[in-house]
């Protein structure tokens, strides 16, 4: 098959106007411009008229299982306020309850254009039923915690590995989620750390997100240390350095590790992720309800830190008057350019396809048109007179006009 489209925007390369993508079974054959391109003679040619056609987008942080809760929690004064409101939030939840939210947040994601998604999965007997359920990539992020429940980490760790033992799936797979470093035992990150650098498993968390948990670890007070401390979580850990430090002293820190937001820094931090190459994931909407400081990207850019964006789930995303949120890449997308004036819209696209794709241990597979690469791609109306594909794409809104995942039409074009 190829197709013909207006304007390719390879992301691994600079825009094509009046490209084309030649696709031969799940794959991409080649990238070009359409009179290089000509067809065979058993080779079907469609043309998707006034289009651009990217990359399928990668959302490096998602909680699918929470999409239903959007606009159910407004935000609070502290993220230590929002913890007990999530966690009543949960329990009143039935099995039936998570499986409709994930797969909720699995439409919206498909048809907003993600085609890969890392998910943090707080309720593992939902898979594969899940997985089968959907076309979407998905990696299961399998989350640990263990503070509270008082179990032994290596029974905790014993449990997941075996849950991710018995999947098996064509297109989705499952890693490891130790939750936060305030909400997992210090043993059990190292047990997690140990087991994923032998097993080549991708590595999940939370990561220097509030201010709160930043004053925790960095000097041992605060709303969130006085908090765990009275649901008996052992704080001798605390008053040693940030977060960043306290995962380096666990070995957690390897370019196996996807940390989502990091949103504070001590002196060194950045430097120390960018030596460990540790991926980091923004989430520009939730960050916004949270009212967090500025994300520091320059800072972690110039310590060559792979930067990436995620949706978080619609529990941390803010209502626009009455009209509930979605989980859309491309709202993040320009979240990001309203918030960050000093990056340039290629690069906001790059967070959102390429760097995600390599934190996942994807790159040159999605996020990317290029030969080789998996036929995973989406199409989006093109601006009318519009000049720089990079800036049409972000402003974009509403669904896309066709998604592509693994050579199959997942949203299929308008004929």
């Known amino acids: 098959m190829i197709l013909r489209a207006r304007t390719i925007l390879p992301v691994s390369q600079p825009p094509i106007e009046n490209g084309a993508v030649v696709i031969s079974g799940n794959r991409i054959r080649a990238v070009g411009a359409w009179p290089d391109l000509k067809p065979e003679a058993d080779e079907k040619v469609l043309d998707l008229g006034e289009v651009i056609l990217l990359p399928g987008l990668v959302n490096a942080h998602c909680h699918l299982d929470y999409t239903d809760m959007a606009g159910e929690l407004p935000p609070p004064k502290t993220f230590t306020d929002w913890i007990p409101l999530i966690t009543a939030a949960k329990s009143a939840w039935s099995y039936s309850e998570y499986a409709h939210s994930w797969l909720h947040g699995a439409h919206m994601l498909l048809k907003t254009g993600t085609t890969t998604v890392a998910d943090i999965e707080a309720m593992p007997d939902l898979l594969p039923e ?56 210090p043993a059990l990150l190292r047990l997690a750390a140990g087991l994923a650098r032998k097993n080549k498993l991708r590595v999940c968390t939370h990561l220097a997100e509030s201010p709160e948990e930043f004053e925790m670890f960095m000097h041992g007070r605060g709303k969130m240390f006085d908090w765990l401390r009275r649901n008996e979580r052992d704080n001798s850990d605390c008053g040693l350095g940030s977060p960043v430090k306290h995962f380096g002293r666990h070995k957690m820190l390897g370019e196996n590790l996807i940390a989502v937001h990091v949103n504070l820094l001590a002196h060194g931090d950045a430097s120390l992720l960018g030596k460990h190459r540790v991926h980091v994931v923004h989430c520009p909407r939730s960050h916004a309800y949270f009212r967090h400081p500025p994300f520091l990207r320059e800072r972690l850019a110039n310590a060559g830190v792979n930067l990436c964006l995620g949706t978080d789930s619609l529990a941390t995303t803010r209502k626009i008057g009455k009209q509930k949120p979605g989980l859309n890449m491309f709202e993040e997308m320009r979240q990001l350019a309203v918030s960050d004036k000093t990056v340039a819209p290629a690069e906001i696209i790059r967070m959102a396809t390429v760097n995600g794709a390599r934190a996942l241990g994807l790159a040159g597979q999605v996020g990317e048109l290029a030969k080789n690469a998996a036929a995973d791609l989406i199409a989006i109306p093109a601006v009318e007179n519009s000049t720089d594909a990079h800036e049409a794409v972000l402003a974009h809104t509403g669904n896309v006009s066709a998604s592509m995942i693994d050579g199959r039409w997942a949203v299929p074009p308008m004929e």
């Not at 509270?148 to 033992?165: C, F, G, N, S």
């Not at 018995?166 to 939750?179: K, Q």
């Open 130 to 185: 899940v997985w089968d359920a959907t076309p979407l990539r998905v990696i299961s992020f399998l989350e640990m915690t263990g503070i509270r429940a008082r179990r032994d980490p290596k029974e905790i760790l014993r449990e997941v590995v075996a849950k991710i033992d018995s999947l098996a799936h064509a297109r989705c797979s499952a890693a490891l989620s130790p939750h936060a470093p305030y909400s997992t035992l």
